[in-house]
């Protein structure tokens, strides 16, 4: 699977298998809301100490955000690494900032 770099999207391993993860404006609403957050000025805070809840929260929105809706939906059931899930959504911020 190959990810396309011009909309900003991050492939990760995550529950064993390579997903697509995307931060797009839905993803990004998704997860001002799911944090309780009013705009972006908090989220880079936020991202430095992330709960386990907060890290579920931010890593289905941007597994939605690249079309990952099932494994989104499951994550609390599926089988993902707490490290992996930190190293996709770094990876999916990174590629977002270019």
Known sequence: MAANGGR???VAVLAGA???L???????AEIETGLGLEGLSGLAERMRA?????LMTV???LLRGGGERALA???GRASVDPRE????VAKAFAAAAG
Not at 22 to 28: D, F, N, Q, Y
Not at 85 to 88: I, L, P, R, S, V
């Open 59 to 61: 890593l289905a929105a």
């Open 85 to 88: 899930a930190a190293e996709a």
């Open 18 to 20: 390579e997903r697509r």
């Open 73 to 75: 939906d499951e994550l």
């Open 50 to 54: 992330l709960s386990a809840r907060d």
């Open 8 to 10: 900003g999207e991050a």
């Open 22 to 28: 995307c931060l797009t404006l839905g993803a990004l």
